[in-house]
């Protein structure tokens, strides 16, 4: 079965930084795309960062430049480095996975408050 635990979620100030990180197991596949969507209240989710097999990342517009996502093949973990946080990036973060078989697992999420 496969699993995805977040972490690294919480309050910041706005201009300030936290660091998420999602850990995958329960599966074999070496060649998968894995990201981050965000929900907030009374929104759509909507993708944060995306990291593709080879390793090719993308981002929503007001996110670039400062946020990043990385990748550490062994631990199957994903990171997204948040940096210069606003009140509107408060929400939930959500990671994924997308398998070769075209399966996507999702992770319970983690709260991110950004103050002003």
């Known amino acids: 079965e496969v699993h995805l635990v977040e972490s690294g979620g919480g309050s910041a100030q706005t201009g300030g930084s936290l660091r998420l990180s999602c850990t995958a197991s329960g599966f074999t596949d070496d060649d998968y795309a894995i990201g981050w969507f965000r929900q907030a209240p009374g929104k759509e989710r909507e993708l944060v960062a995306h990291?593709?097999?080879?390793?090719?990342?993308n981002y929503r517009d007001s996110v670039k430049g400062r946020f990043s996502i990385s990748r550490d093949n062994a631990k199957n973990t994903v990171y997204l480095q948040m940096d210069s946080l606003k009140p509107e990036d408060t929400s939930v973060y959500y990671c994924?996975?997308?398998?070769?078989?075209?399966?996507?697992?999702w992770g319970q999420g983690t709260q991110v408050t950004v103050s002003s």
């Open positions: 994924y996975v997308l398998l070769g078989n075209g399966v996507t697992y």
């Open positions: 990291l593709t097999r080879d390793d090719r990342s």
